[in-house]
T-cell receptor, first 112, second 116 residues
Framework: QKEVEQDPGPLSVPEGAIVSLNCTYSNSAFQYFMWYRQYSRKGPELLMY????GNKEDGRFTAQVDKSSKYISLFIRDSQPSDSATYLCAMREDTGRRALTFGSGTRLQVQP | DAGVIQSPRHEVTEMGQEVTLRCKPI?????LFWYRQTMMRGLELLIY????????DSGMPEDRFSAKMPNASFSTLKIQPSEPRDSAVYFC??????????????FGPGTRLTVL
């Protein structure tokens, strides 16, 4: 079993829809949670960053972390065709080890 | 300001050949990470350096892989000899780590390696 599980999709939604992307994890020591967006043939870029549990909002994006359930989510409101990309969750422990453990990524397609 | 720079962007080689991938981290960053991305395994950490010193190389698949960071502005990942199963996209990322700060990792554009 992988440490981080993420549905690969693809997920296809119409423009303007609310998108929900999720990851589950098994390592209770994870404290930092991130969402990266990766466009085709590009490197991942950081979208959202959360420490421990709770919600964080940035424009159309909201990240939620539920450590009791080992479950994290990314919500995208008013989705746009430009949001079409692969979304990767990533996480790490609160130790000196800075390496990230990534989910496999969910491919999102927003139809105009 | 330039981001993480990787070269080459694409590499096609034959099995058994030596391959060298290069990375220039963001100026001022003190940590550098090498990742490999494949369809089957996703994005996996190979090795990371802090202040030019290798900290964790547990992800390096085997002795055919080696990485160096001779100074703060340059790192190489070498595969010798290369095999078809090494075909993947190799990413370099850098971050500024200060204490227990977040140390956001910034990724380069990747090198797409094909071993025939």
């Amino acid at each position: 079993q992988k440490e981080v599980e993420q549905d690969p999709g693809p997920l296809s939604v119409p423009e303007g829809a609310i998108v929900s992307l999720n990851c589950t994890y098994s390592n209770s020591a994870f404290q930092y949670f991130m969402w990266y967006r990766q466009y085709s043939r590009k490197g991942p870029e950081l979208l959202m960053y959360t420490y421990s549990s709770g919600n964080k909002e940035d424009g159309r994006f909201t990240a939620q972390v539920d450590k009791s359930s080992k479950y994290i989510s990314l919500f995208i409101r008013d989705s746009q065709p430009s949001d079409s990309a692969t979304y990767l969750c990533a996480m790490r422990e609160d130790t000196g080890r800075r390496a990230l453990t990534f989910g496999s990524g969910t491919r999102l397609q927003v139809q105009p | 300001d330039a981001g993480v720079i990787q070269s080459p962007r694409h590499e096609v080689t034959e099995m058994g050949q030596e391959v060298t991938l290069r990375c220039k981290p963001i100026s001022g960053h003190n940590s550098l990470f090498w990742y490999r991305q494949t369809m089957m395994r996703g994005l996996e950490l190979l090795i990371y350096f802090n202040n030019n010193v290798p900290i964790d190389d547990s992800g390096m698949p085997e002795d055919r892989f080696s990485a160096k960071m001779p100074n703060a502005s340059f790192s190489t990942l070498k595969i010798q000899p290369s095999e078809p199963r090494d075909s993947a996209v190799y990413f370099c990322a850098s971050s500024l780590v200060q204490g227990q700060g977040r140390g956001t990792q910034y990724f380069g554009p990747g090198t797409r390696l094909t071993v025939l």
